[in-house]
């Protein structure tokens, strides 16, 4: 997963019939998170861009790019925006990224939401205190 920029950057999390997600750091706590749809009938399309609705996601053809996209500033909004994509991608077929890190792989599974990580990672650094 290239990217607009080439940088080639990008942590491909899993693939399916429909397409592929992908997330990169951009700095601080930051993250683009990018789906490229695998085939772009007029109905996918539109089902895709409902579910990636502006102006929180860029849509495909926006900077002449075969994406959506968009950024956002924790790792909690990047694990919510990864979900959407997984589930509007569906399930069927999926091929999931054998090296990601332990949060994001449970993520893909879907065994574990992004809320109750956030929950035990409260609890943790309280506990730390």
Known sequence: MAG????????VV???SRGRVGYRKLGNES????VE????TEA????????FNRPTWKQVGDDYEFRFSTVVSSKEERDSALKLALDALGKEARE???DLKPRIL??????ESSTETTQRMVVTIEFRK
């Open 37 to 40: 749809p695998s085939n772009l």
């Open 96 to 98: 999931i990224n054998p």
């Open 14 to 16: 899993a693939c399916t």
């Open 4 to 11: 607009t920029e080439h940088t080639f950057e990008y942590i």
């Open 106 to 111: 449970a993520l893909v599974e879907g065994k």
């Open 44 to 51: 996918n399309r539109l089902t895709l861009a409902e579910i």
């Open 31 to 34: 993250y683009r998170v990018r």
